[in-house]
């Protein structure tokens, strides 16, 4: 029953700020690597970023913007996105993997073990 469930989506100008969320389920967080993946319009998945127990990993697109960070008691991953550009604009997926954080930005995210439904990020003026 492992389940892991993306929110805090939504509608942003450029140059703001959101954070999102991914709570886990059914399995123990350190046991796991978790990434965070985005499929923009007319583009294939990509992975951004993922939080295990090291090191932690970004895409180049994003570094210096985002930060992962989690939360074992609350059983969560967060990734903190500031100075949004249009290009962030996607479906973000977390996923969750038992191998290192060093495969996300190689690997599809299908050959990944587990993930949720997504929330969507809208970046536009």
């Known amino acids: 029953q492992m389940q892991l469930a993306e929110s805090g989506g939504g509608l942003v100008q450029p140059g703001g700020s959101l954070t999102l969320s991914c709570v886990a389920s059914g399995f123990t967080l350190e046991d796991f690597s978790i990434g965070w993946y985005r499929k923009a319009p007319g583009k294939e998945l990509e992975g951004v970023s993922c939080?295990?127990?090291?090191?932690?990993v970004y895409r180049d697109s994003v570094k210096g913007r985002f930060s992962i960070s989690r939360d074992a008691a609350k059983s969560t991953v967060y990734l903190r996105m500031d100075d949004l550009k249009p290009e962030d604009t996607g479906e973000y997926f977390c996923?969750?993997?038992?191998?290192?954080?060093?495969?996300?930005?190689?690997?599809?995210?299908?050959?990944?073990?587990?993930w949720g439904e997504g929330t969507r990020v809208t970046v536009s003026s």
């Open positions: 996923p969750e993997d038992l191998g290192p954080c060093s495969r996300v930005l190689t690997t599809p995210m299908e050959e990944m073990d587990a």
């Open positions: 939080i295990g127990s090291t090191p932690t």
